[in-house]
C-alpha cells in the first residue's frame, strides 16, 4: 500500500503536465451599416478621392501634409487643397465644416469623423468616404499606427468609434 501512493501521486503529475493545445483564431469582427448605395459620384468626388488614394501606404507624421509623412486631418486638407477646396487644417476645425449628414445618407467625398480615444466621444479622426455599397461604407484616413489606408465603418473598432459624417461638396 505504502507503494502504491507515491505511484498514484507520480501517475496524477505526470498526466496533470499534459500540454493542451488551444487553438485562437481572431475573427473580424464586422456591423452592418445602414447605409445606401450611391450611383451618382460627382466628378469633384472622385477626383478627391483618387488623389486621396496616392498617398495610400504613406507613414503617419502628426501635422504632416506630404508623401513623407501625413496625419489625417492633414489627408484632408492636402486632398482637398489639390482641388482649390479650402478646409480647415485641423479635425477640431473640420468637425463643424459644411452640413451634417445621416449615415445612410452618405456619398463619396464626404468626410467621416471618429471618437478613437477611450472613454470619450470628442472627435479627434476623420476620414475621407471613398466607397459607397448596400451594409458598408468605407474611408481612406491616415492610422496613426499603419499610415494612411482604407477601412470600413461595419469593422466593430470604427463601427463604435464613429460620431459623424459631414458633406463639403
Not at 22 to 29: A, E, I, N, R
Not at 99 to 113: H, I, Q, S
Not at 142 to 155: P, T
Amino acid at each position: 500500500m505504502k507503494k502504491l501512493i507515491p505511484l498514484i501521486l507520480l501517475l496524477l503529475i505526470v498526466t496533470s503536465c499534459k500540454s493542451k493545445k488551444t487553438v485562437v483564431t481572431k475573427k473580424k469582427q464586422t456591423h452592418t451599416v445602414k447605409a445606401k448605395r450611391t450611383e451618382n459620384v460627382s466628378k469633384d468626388a472622385a477626383s478627391i478621392v483618387e488623389y486621396a488614394k496616392t498617398f495610400d501606404g504613406t507613414r503617419y507624421k502628426y501635422g504632416g501634409t506630404t508623401k513623407k509623412g501625413m496625419d489625417c486631418s492633414g489627408l484632408i486638407y492636402t486632398s482637398f487643397s489639390k482641388h482649390n477646396i479650402n478646409l480647415p487644417r485641423t479635425t477640431s476645425g473640420l468637425k463643424s465644416t459644411g452640413d451634417w449628414v445621416d449615415l445612410k445618407e452618405v456619398r463619396v467625398g464626404d468626410l467621416v469623423f471618429f471618437a478613437t480615444s477611450k472613454n470619450s466621444r470628442k472627435v479627434n479622426h476623420v476620414g475621407i468616404v471613398t466607397s459607397v455599397r448596400t451594409g458598408n461604407v468605407e474611408f481612406i484616413h491616415a492610422s496613426s499606427s499603419r499610415g494612411v489606408m482604407i477601412s470600413s465603418i461595419a469593422e466593430k473598432y470604427w463601427y463604435f468609434s464613429f460620431v459623424q459624417a459631414r458633406r463639403v461638396l
